[in-house]
């Protein structure tokens, strides 16, 4: 990792430079964590008040700077506009969400010992980990991360925070947004640079990891932190995400909650649904309007007008990969998925039917969609649950007993009736099964990892009943 490389971002959509900077050495990793663990001691002293004075601060200043925070986002990811605007809105929202989930799940309690003749108090407080470090993805690159650096402030640990190498102009415009909240020096580092960069820091001196990305680096760092248990880890590894469709009367409106469901963000949620899953022989007039609605989705630059439904996927890697991947499955092909741009990565909502096909069990992080014709609800269920992955599923159709079977046998975290895989709540906890966590869901449980609870027994002087067999003095 020389002190000479450097990072740049372009605007995928176009190529053009958007930032660039230093690529920070392994021993400016190092670095970055030992001003974190001075600046923590601070911080975690601190009154529960003065660090949710900043935290609020926070939110003014992104609520201030949202059109520029937004515009950024829409550069550096080339998602719509619209959509770069929500996620700086949910950015906002999850300080009060984040301030609620700490009181409730991490508060402080006192209670008289009522074992105690003394009258000793049963106290139950929370302390911070100390220095946690943050791996941010690059589809939602200010919401995901900021969703376990707030609970992690708010409960007095100190950050160090690597964006992803493909959204570091997002990564410091935020970290900037705290220093003008008036966070101390110190209690958000901010580290850039690529897989080794991240590689230093999950073994750097920090007290725990907080990551959202792929399966692959998930499972690295479990492996890594295996061998340091009193470490905190908690992983969201995306899925290979089921929607089924069963006896549904409003074909228009299941069609339109299949393409949110497959190719909003242009199928770069880790909620977005990978496989329909139909009764064979009941299916034709719903993938009829599918692809038809596939046909009409406006496809653009983030700023166009009118505003595009999906823009590009992040990179012509990502581009190249998916359209490797997708030509290499086989089945029945029903919309290809093609570039629309030569040299740019605008890819086509691709469709296609692969009953019967042994499909390589990955999440394919594009607007990719899979057909799986079933012959009943069990065998749906049962394809819906063929994956290592569990992180969301949905039911379009059927009554309220359907649903209650499907959600019994399902195998997924977030699931859903009649609305689409995606777009999860921030006030609910967020999280899966298998290769899509390790059961340390964030949203509304963030605060659950981001502080280790303290039992106490307490009394004003000591007392304690003589122990029976100590003999008469």
Known sequence: ????????????????LLWQGAVATEAEVAAAVARARMAQRGWGAASLDDRLQVVRAFRAVVEAEAEAFARLIAEETGKPFWEAKTEVGSVAAKVEISIQAHAERTGSREAVFKSDPKGATQALRHKPHGVLAVLGPYNFPAHLPNGHIV????????????????????????????????????????????????????????????????????????????????RILALEMGGNNPLLVWDAADVEAVALIVAQSAFLSAGQRCTCARRLIVEDGQHAALLDAVVALADRLRIDEPFAEPQPFMGCVISDRAADGLLTASQAIGGKTIRPLLRLREGLPFLTPGIVDVTGVDVPDTELFGPFLQIVRVKDFDAAIAAANDTRFGLSAALLGGDRALYERFWAGSRAGVVNWNRPTNGAASNAPFG????????????????????????????????????VGIADA
């Open 151 to 230: 609970p992690a402030l708010i409960a007095g640990n100190a950050i160090v925070f690597k964006p992803s190498e493909q959204t570091p102009a997002v990564g410091a415009f935020m970290a900037g947004l705290w220093a003008k909240a008036g966070l101390p020096d110190g209690v958000l580092e901010v580290v850039q640079g690529f897989a080794a960069t991240g590689r230093a820091l999950a073994g750097a001196d920090v007290d725990g990891l907080l990551f959202t990305g792929s399966a692959p680096t998930g499972a690295a760092l479990a492996r890594q932190y295996a061998e340091t248990p009193g």
């Open 432 to 467: 899966g099964i298998g290769l899509s966590g390790n059961h340390r869901p964030s949203a509304y449980y963030a605060a659950d990892y981001c502080a280790w609870p303290v039992a106490s027994v307490e009394a004003e002087a000591p007392f304690i009943a003589t122990p």
């Open 1 to 16: 990792m020389p002190t000479s490389d450097r990072l740049e971002s372009r605007r995928p959509y176009d190529g053009s």
